[in-house]
């Protein structure tokens, strides 16, 4: 193949390489990514929030039930739940952003270890598939 057949495959302007990389908001892959973060961010916000509550009832739950036992009702059991209930929304409240974080880096991880990215990547379902493909004209001229 000579050097004019080559220069001939390549777009010659940024427009064709811009055009064809059109970002896709509600696509398959974008909403399997967003599925993704959120089960993980679930999972994180779950795990924190248990160990957080078992903490919290082990130090106050005698405290708690002091003072419902002093009150004349049968409904301890709701009393409890509510209790915590409402320390479950000040925990979660507290310890959201680091649970999105860590439901975030989780996600990356397993996508970078599973090579899911670079299967995207190869069939173009990526934001910009020419940032991951080899037959690119960005990565034939990157070093």
């Known amino acids: 193949m000579t050097t004019s057949q080559l220069r001939d495959r390549r777009p010659r302007t940024l427009v064709r390489i811009v055009r064809r990389a059109v970002p896709v908001p509600f696509g398959r892959h974008t909403r399997y990514m967003i599925a993704s973060y ?17 903490i919290d009832t082990t130090l ?3 405290k708690v039930l002091a003072t419902i036992s002093t009150w004349k009702t049968s409904w301890t059991a709701l009393y409890v739940a509510w209790y915590l209930l409402l320390r479950a929304t000040d925990f979660l409240a507290e310890l959201l952003p680091l649970s999105c974080f860590l439901g975030a880096f989780w996600t990356e ?19 910009c598939p020419h940032c991951y493909s080899d037959s690119s004209p960005l990565a034939r001229s990157w070093p």
Do not use: D, K, M
Request: proline share 0%; aromatic share 6%.
């Open 38 to 54: 959120a089960l993980h961010t679930f999972l994180v916000s779950c795990a924190i929030l248990t160990i957080a509550l078992s």
């Open 60 to 62: 106050f739950l005698s």
């Open 109 to 127: 991880i397993a996508h970078t270890l599973s090579r899911e990215r670079l299967a995207a990547g190869r069939r173009g379902s990526a934001c």
